[in-house]
């Protein structure tokens, strides 16, 4: 069974770090897409990052680029959101997802979606000005 659990949320001063983890179980993450999603009350859910971890890449959403990164850890079932410069605009629930990776042509196809079916309860995170 797939599972997905995030850690690692709490309340922040503007300019402030947390990391978060997503600890996963049931799959090898190298074959699915990880996402990283946040949704804001009264906003839709958007993605923050996706991660081909068996290719070594990741998307960032433009208005966390340099602020954010994704890295996953060596026992290779956890990966992390480190959030540095946190701004107010942050504030939101943050979920982690896994698609799994589908190849096209012979080429590695990963796509992040908002409504994977593998989907993680979210940790909630809170800037405060």
């Known amino acids: 069974e797939i599972q997905l659990v995030e850690s690692g949320g709490g309340l922040v001063q503007v300019g402030g770090s947390l990391r978060l983890s997503c600890t996963t179980s049931?799959?090898?993450?190298?074959?699915?897409?990880i996402g990283w999603f946040r949704q804001a009350p009264g906003k839709e859910r958007e993605g923050v990052s996706c991660t081909d971890d068996g290719e070594g890449k990741t998307f960032y959403k433009d208005s966390v680029k340099g602020r954010f990164t994704v890295s996953s850890g060596d026992a290779g079932n956890t990966v992390y959101l480190q959030m540095n410069n946190l701004e107010p605009e942050d504030t939101a629930v943050y979920y982690c997802?896994?698609?799994?990776?589908?190849?096209?042509?012979?080429?590695?196809?990963?796509?992040?979606?908002?409504?994977?079916?593998?989907r993680g309860p979210g940790t909630q995170v809170t800037v405060s000005a």
């Open positions: 049931g799959f090898n993450i190298r074959d699915y897409a």
């Open positions: 997802t896994a698609d799994y990776i589908q190849y096209l042509g012979g080429s590695r196809h990963a796509v992040c979606r908002p409504n994977a079916d593998n």
